[in-house]
């Protein structure tokens, strides 16, 4: 288009900025402010669980049983661990150490894609069972616990929508792989990256609370 | 524009050292959390969870991504977001959890059909305005076909009986008299063609009796004797008592209905 | 008299409620009606006096005024409280049946209202209720939201499936009052009318004694002429005895197999005896308490068995969910409540 | 501030095609595409508005079976709200204006911004798609377990929603962040003009409230799809906790809609009262409380939903209190008159209907958020007449306002006073011949959405329908004067009403860059004594 970037020594800038930390600066509120309608976004699930834990208690209990805590331990683990790569990441590109940055990101890559396998194993493993969300629901061991079925609905809502959330963002970090290895980052730009890096936190955030309320505390 | 802007402006940079700290203390959160599962607390264990992974969200807030080290500004923006979630907990609580109970608080329709029923019954011997109305009715029912419209014993069935129905507007002819008690009886036992009523509620037959004695030439009285004969007079009376269905009866006809 | 002048924009009051409810009304508009014609007349004036002319000038230091500011922030205050307040005691008073109610079950179903009486004699989009004696609605619905609307008493109440709700009134005035849905339910949603008729005590007696009542006739006011016959009722095809609804639900109670873990008399089962259970406290496994359990509790437990278990029974009841319908429901609840 | 001469490039004619225009990432073309989409929408829901009120001149069926009457208030609901309502003034006008007020060249995320108008655009399109399939029946409030059940297509309708709300949340983020970083050397928070005030709390309202609105009815999508029995009591779900989920965005979407109709009046009558607003912290102040108030209040919805009495009570209680910074803005409007210099142009014509509808609407709020006389008069007609009072008579007469106020700016032209002011009339006039008959057959029982009805109601009817056809007339005459001036109409100066606010200290229609000079602000936006 017609805006010429500006530049501010060797960092270019869109031209409706001040200068480039202006722009780095205004871009990370983008990010917290999209953080904060995330927050929002996943809350009716939240309100959701715990309304009807407290109106199910039992047949929530019950439900939980059927989750494989292991599993859910096994995938928290992975996501830290990917929070720490994306991190370095970060630090990576805040040193111009691009070999850093990249060796990262393609750690957090992989870590990512074993969270999702962990997540395929688990629900082949319950629709096997006849465990899918409420109207398709078949299986009958859990036939005293008819609101049973209604806890698995809402686990695959929150875990789905966290699974969408972590697809998106391997999505965002595959170009930002591209970038790197371009050699578009460094100490004085980086961008990109670190806004990835608030995101991928705020996916592992997330899954901080749903290992527990859905594995451990059913 | 408002804030400073200074070209020269130091980003945070983490340092490594508190990534690798801050990565061992989540692991160790995910161990203790797990672990504290298997010890039962009862309620407590709840609140350890959750408060073990409010921790470890912070610690992943404050470090990971950097609120420590950010503006204001983007620490309220980011904040705000748990205290709306907040009114959105509690509010939608103070609905789903605080529900009043909901009674059928009184089967007060049946005591009054019960009740009224039972001041209905308890003297039926003794002819009311009402007791004839309904034995009007009843009689329009159950009684015209043989007896007749107007009580002659002239009914459409009249014809093919023998002996003839009784006309109730004379006075002469009654087999077992025409005093209401003595009408009670015969609606009780039945007479030649006509069947027993007994199966009929007594207060319905009482009507019915006090209505057929209103057709004749004069209304007779009963003595306390006449009343006597037929059991009634008493508390323990031939009124009411029979009102609600058998319960085998209501089973076979529920589950007939399915 | 400033009630009055509203009146043409309201319906009949048919209660004493409805009263109360037309003099808040009256108050709510007649206050909003002095602050609209403030408000514009202010504008109206101003308007007038500073329009542009030659020579005109506005008078920009004009920017605020402190102590007006806080009048105008605290007198609407002061006000909307005096509004809550009336309003909120004015809503107590709707939503709170008197204990000597008459009860009536009232079921929404796409696209009409069935009602039901405790002796099991049910009508279809028509009710009849005593003039002068509080009526309570039990009300829930077979399918989507419905809303039981009745203009005339001033109270509404959604139908919800899956649970009971509540709404009472005390006609006043005898004659017919329309009932509408007003909560969307589809298609038929406006032709979703049904009737209350408040009937006089001696119609209402006779209904009671089981006599059907003639809606046609209700104007000419004749118990006699209004209350069809014993025989009349038969040949109008309510010829079986109806069924009273605790006996329905003794019968439902013994034919679903509840009797076999559930005693009605106080015995031990496998499950708790149904006897007294209603209004009594309960401890539940999980240490919660309730102290009395009303219906919603009950329906619950017959849905959900294993939601809230009761202390000392293990969780191995199967759901009924679906397998009642909610007439049936209605009737076993009303059995088991009996159970004193 | 000077104006710059220009050789006649402006942001209309810099760059040519309809590329140019698809491809945009500049604010002010993005906020007339805005506009020129939300009027063809606003036209498509009127049609449906204008043959309910054809339906409704007799009772019984007259021109559409029951289904076709319902699927056209469910049109005429959806489009209104959420393609016309709730983009019209942030998306439309903010976008266009906004930058220029703050003295910046665009807003902080300029492709952000042209991705949200066609995310929203996407999702309109999902939602308007629906017409073709099997047209939607459940009315523009989704109320479960009836959106599960229904044979018509409102999953179409509901992905629709969903897509677009995105659309308004990319909008709400892009405005904030440009408020916070970009606003011109000089422009303190208490020299902004009301009008960013405003959209401020907007865009606050909604980046909040909007994602919890998408969810949910991704889940009623979900409910239809898979069955995931949260709101379906046939699965063991609650049908009651939808409304809390739907009101939770909803009720605040009101406020979506009338926040910034309310900074467009802020901003109106000063101008063209050449006056300082009176108590512009107090204003200022009001938005903010309406705006948090507005998150709180949304169990008012359901007083006789079932609802706890608990929950009644607390609503109840809450909800009063939006009545005090409501009636601060009105009387703050009104007394920024006091001692003015009125020029009777058509923003501020738009203004006085403003505060004489607006008034009635938030006075007969004041009805329904009382629990005694909510359980009578919700859920009928008299409902549909307070939120027509509150969003038609607010937000379509704030926006009528905004787009004669800054129609020259935008175009560059000057539309024909008397025309506008025969069309100001026929809609005023006909707006208040549809609606106030409508508060009467609501307080005499007449519930909303009803195809039928009694035939006492008929005459009431009758006037509200005759009302309907002037305010269409109104705009068809609106349609045809603005057209014109857009074609014929004399050429605009920099700044017609004398206003003092950035957007009028550059020539209209504005250059590309919006400013040739950085500006720097040196005073009030009120401040007329220094400028003409």
Redesign the interface.
Known sequence: MAHAPAMDGNRQYAHHFLSADHEFETSKQGIWLFLLQEVLFFSPLFVAYYVFRGLHPADWHAAAQLLDWRMGALNTVILICSSLTMALAVHGAQTSNKKKLVVNLILTLGLACGFLVVKYFEYTHKFHMGIYPAGAFTYEGLGQYPAAKLYFSIYYAMTGLHGIHVLGGMAVMLWVLKRAMRGEFNAHYYTPVEMTGLYWHFVDLVWIYLFPILYLLG | MAEKHGNHHKHHILAPKIIWTVWALLLIGTALTVGATHFHFGAVNYVIGILIATIKAALVVTFFMGLKYDSNENRVIFLTSFVFVAIFFVLTMSDLFFRGPVEFDNGRFLAAQEAHAAAQSSDPWISTPELVAKGKELYAAQCVVCHGVNGKGDGPAAGALNPKPRNFTAQAGWVNGRKPSEIFGSLTKGLNAMPSFATSPAPDRWALAHYVSTLGPSVLKDSPEDLKKVGAGNASGGGGGEKTLPIDLAIEIMSSEG | MLVDILRSTLPMAGSDVARDWDAFYAFLTWTSTIFFVGVVAAMVIFTIKYRHRAGHKADTEVHGNVPLEIVWTVIPTILVMVVFVWGYALYRDMVTAPGDSVEIKAIGKQWLWQFQYDDGRSYTNKVFVPVNRPVKFIITSEDVLHSFFVPNMRVKKDAVPGRYTTVWFEATAEGAHIVYCAEYCGTQHSGMLATVYAVSPEIWRRFIQGREIDENKLASGAADEVTMSAAATESKGGAERPISLIDQGRGLVASKGCVACHSVDGKQGIGPSLKGIHGAGVDFANGDHLEARDLNYLREAIEFPNARLVKGYGPMMPTFRGMVSETELTAMLEYIKSLK | MAHTSHDGENYLN??KGLWSWL???DHKRIGVMYLFTVLVFFFIGGVAAMLVRAELFRPGLTLMT??TY?KMFTYHGTIMVFMVVIPLIPSAFGNFVLPMMLG???V???K?NLASYYVWLAGALVATASLVVNQL???WTF?T??SI??STSASWVLLGAFIMGFGG?FTS??F??TI??????G???GRLPLFVWASYATAIVQ??????L???LF?VV??RS?????F??????????FQ??FW?YSHPAVYIMALPAMGIISEVIPVH??????????IALATFGIALVA??V??HH?F??????????????IT??V??PT??K???W??T????????RMPLLYA?AF??VF??GG??G??L????????L???YFVVAHFHYVMVGGTIMGMLAGLHHWFPKMSGRMYSEGWARVSWFLVFMGFNITFFPQ??VG???M????????PEFTTLNQISSVGAWIIGVGFVLMALYLLHALFRGAKAPPNPWGAATLEWAQDSPPP??NFDKDPVVTHGPY???TSH
């Open positions: 810099h760059e491809s945009t990432i029951a289904d319902n910046a060249k665009d902080a995320f300029p952000l029946d459940t009315g109320y377990p009836y059940r229904t949340i983020l892009n904030i962040a916070h970083k970009l606003r011109a050397p422009l303190t928070w980046l909040l409230a909007t994602p919890v998408a969810l949910t889940l979900l409910e898979t069955g995931i029995g949260i379906d009591p046939k699965l063991g779900g609650d049908p009651v906790l809390h989920f939770f009262a050449r006056k300082q607003v009176f108590g512009y912290w107090a998150f709180v949304w169990g359901m006789v939903s079932g609802q706890s009495e608990l929950a009644n009570f607390l609503f109840s209680l009063m209190f009545a005090v009636g601060v009105v009387f703050s009104v007394a008159l006091y001692k003015g210099d009125l020029h009777f006085f505060i004489f008034t009635i006075l007969t004041v009805f958020a009382a629990l005694g006389s909510n359980v009578h919700t859920d009928t508060f009467i307080s005499q029982g519930p909303r959405r009803y195809y039928d009805y009694v590309f860059h401040d007329y004594r």
